[in-house]
């Protein structure tokens, strides 16, 4: 099993989360997060409202960086044979070709629990 951690513009979520359940992947969670990657900021709301506007700013007009950005992160967890498919998604789905599309980070889970009935491992999550 692998957990798929995503950051996202956040107008992009409700299409993302869509094409998840669409594809079989409706276990989804969202949480609202600010950060902000290897542009610090730059641009900040008006990148994430229209990133190609914030592409056209000159320096000192995108000087008005925010500190972090709001972000959605979306985390899923799936079968390992899942794990490209449901990248591919999530790229497909936020790819604009402009600063702050997001960054998606794949990680083991070495095990889980349903708390309802005590099933373990891919039966808990399916």
């Not at 107008?11 to 079989?24: F, I, N, Q, S, V």
């Not at 789905?93 to 009935?117: A, K, L, M, S, W």
């Amino acid at each position: 099993m692998k957990e798929v951690i995503a950051f996202i513009r956040r107008y992009r979520a409700p299409e993302t989360k869509a094409a998840l359940d669409r594809a079989g992947f409706p276990g989804v969670t969202s949480q609202s997060v600010h950060g902000r990657g290897k542009q610090g900021g730059r641009a900040g709301l008006i990148g994430e409202i229209d990133p190609q506007l914030a592409e056209l700013m000159k320096p000192d007009e995108a000087a008005a960086k925010a500190e972090f950005v709001p972000k959605t992160m979306l985390t899923i967890v799936v079968r390992n044979e899942d794990v490209s498919r449901v990248v591919e998604i999530i790229t497909n789905v936020n790819r604009t070709g402009y600063t702050g599309d997001g960054r998606i980070f794949v990680c083991p889970v070495e095990e889980i629990v349903r708390v309802r009935t005590g099933e373990t491992g891919a039966a808990a999550v399916v």
